[in-house]
């Protein structure tokens, strides 16, 4: 049967679309050109000049903070989420449980800024590092305990059930059985939560206080009053950063499959 | 005795449940609830909100404005939709059909710009569009638009941006539904005398239905929400809800206006949900009286 060429064609031309203005931002980073209207030379001027802007460095070093601290409490609450999910799956408490979970990967995330900030105000909690710490661990929750649960579902709970008839305890069970068996869950889980906490705009701005600048809050404010040679350096070390993540991901899940 | 047994298990499950539970019911429930109740609250003068109960805030939405940008961001949410369920089918449907090995490379093409940083992907569209950018330049140069024409900052450039944004969350479900779709079924309508495109539309499309559902649902939602983008690439005649909200809260400072266009925003997005539940349900009845005939 003759087969259509339609659909190649528009996924060349949907490829073409996601990478042009990546690869022309990447291109224009090493432009002298001050407003990238021309090619005007090679040059790292842009690259030297962001290593002495310290309020980059400062957001660095916030959005690190938030996002190391905020994935390890999302990881503990995930996984357990996931494995009340998984063990008591018909009743009513896990249904419910499941609602509270889905809904935040739906709602949009201007919904999710809103309603911490009104929270956080009529709770007379002051806004800075620790608020936005605790609206990063509130979405980062659905989406780890969305991955882990996705591992449990995959390998056979029986093994565990063994390990106690052979006389395991609950934390050697855990600690030898459950864990490794996880861990390729809690990888994949835990980078994805550090992405979406590293990445994250919307939420974080409506929850952050004076002087708690993460680093997308100071893209941001670079876009809108900036200067555009810079961001473009700045984002080819970010793209740099995560397409080297996403290859490394991709090995670890190779390698554990 | 398993009466004991159960009430152990019980227990078990409880103390499993609760941190997440207690953790999403405060940082969660509590907070949406907030918003449904500060939308009938008045503001005090220094952006905190007042005592006392008031319908002001409601009154407030019937202002024209409102209502233009309302219509506005459905539009908006709708066209962006169109277009990408219209890419996206076509990219789902050779996805599912090439060897594993170029599907894994493209699927990975398709993924790395979605882990890259948000505003980098918008901020990258602006210098592209910009009078001095690259698409400016070249078509001034072909011809298609005078020199003065500006490409940011209208409609069309929000639009053009969500699409770029929210492509790949449409292609990675359709994809999903046409990997697990029976080819042979098209082969098998071929020879039964249809067209190509009349199999395309009456075997595949049905059969990727699940797929098609989620899809929607993953661009219509953030789109209706969406803030940054028109706040980036759009300029006043474009803003949207999302701005409005954004505005009422940072530039004014009155919580209580923001609260009420959040329950507005909610319950757009109930919408499209409620729809395809009322839908799926029909649908789950029909089946029934299919199955007793």
């Known amino acids: 049967m003759k087969r259509s060429r339609f659909p190649f064609v528009i996924t060349v031309v949907i490829l073409f679309f996601f990478y042009l203005p990546i690869i022309i931002l990447v291109i224009n980073s090493f432009n002298a050109s001050r407003f990238g209207s021309g090619w005007q030379g090679f040059s790292l001027r842009w690259y030297v000049r962001l290593f002495h802007e310290p309020e980059i460095w400062r957001a660095t070093r916030n959005s690190l903070i938030i996002a190391f601290s905020a994935t390890a409490l999302a990881l503990v609450l995930g996984t357990t989420a996931a494995l009340a999910l998984y063990r008591f799956a018909q009743s009513r408490l896990q249904r419910f449980h499941y609602t509270l979970i889905y809904t935040p990967l739906v709602v949009p995330e201007i919904l999710m800024g809103i309603s911490l900030l009104m929270f956080f105000v009529a709770a007379q909690i002051r806004l800075g590092l620790s608020t936005i710490f605790l609206a990063h661990v509130t979405f980062c929750i659905s989406f780890v305990a969305m991955v882990v649960l996705a591992r449990l579902q995959d390998f056979d709970y029986a093994i565990v059930e063994a390990a106690q008839d052979l006389g395991a305890g609950w934390w050697a069970t855990t600690r030898k059985v459950l864990l490794p068996l996880l861990l390729p869950g809690l990888i994949a889980g835990g980078l994805l939560a550090f992405t979406l906490s590293i990445d994250d705009f919307v939420i974080t701005f409506f929850v952050a206080g004076p002087g708690s600048t993460t680093l997308p809050i100071r893209i941001y404010s670079m876009i809108k009053y900036g200067s555009p040679p810079l961001i473009n350096a700045l984002s080819t070390i970010l793209l740099i950063i995560t397409f080297g993540a996403v290859v490394m991901s991709q090995r670890i899940s190779r390698v554990k499959s | 005795m398993p009466v004991k047994i159960e009430t152990r298990k019980k227990i078990q499950e409880w ?20 918003v449904f109740a500060i939308a009938f609250r008045s503001s005090n003068p220094y ?50 059909r090439i060897s594993s090995k170029w599907r894994n490379l493209f699927l990975m093409l398709i993924i790395i710009p979605f882990w890259t940083n948000f505003l980098i992907r918008i901020f990258a569209w602006k210098s592209l569009l910009h009078p001095e950018g690259l698409i400016k330049r070249l078509l001034v140069f072909l011809g298609l638009v005078s020199p003065q024409a500006s490409l940011l900052y209208n409609p069309g450039a929000v639009v053009l941006v969500s699409v770029y944004t929210f492509l790949p969350f449409t292609i990675l479900p359709i994809y999903a539904a046409a990997e697990k779709f029976d080819f042979e079924l098209l082969e098998a309508a071929r020879d039964l005398g249809a067209r190509p495109f009349q199999a395309f539309r009456k075997i595949f499309i049905p059969g990727i239905r699940t797929g098609l559902v989620t899809a929607i649902l993953f661009v219509l939602i953030p789109a209706l929400g969406s803030y940054v983008i028109p706040d980036i690439v759009g300029g006043p005649t474009s803003e949207l809800i999302g701005n409005k909200i954004a505005q009422r809260v940072f530039v004014d400072r009155d919580l209580p206006q923001a609260s009420v266009l959040s329950v507005v925003l909610v319950l757009s997005v109930l919408a499209p949900l409620i729809v395809v539940l009322f839908l799926q349900r029909k649908r789950g009845k029909a089946e029934v009286m299919l199955l007793e005939d």
């Open chain 2, 15 to 34: 103390l499993i449940s609760f941190p997440s539970v207690f953790w999403l019911c405060l940082f969660f429930v509590i907070p949406t609830l907030f």
């Open chain 2, 47 to 96: 952006g905190g909100i007042s005592a006392g109960w008031t319908l002001d805030n409601l009154r407030h939405l019937a202002d024209p404005n409102y209502l233009v940008v309302a219509w506005r961001t459905v539009w908006i949410s709708v066209l962006t939709t169109v277009i990408c369920i219209f890419l996206a089918v076509p990219a789902g449907y050779y996805l599912a």
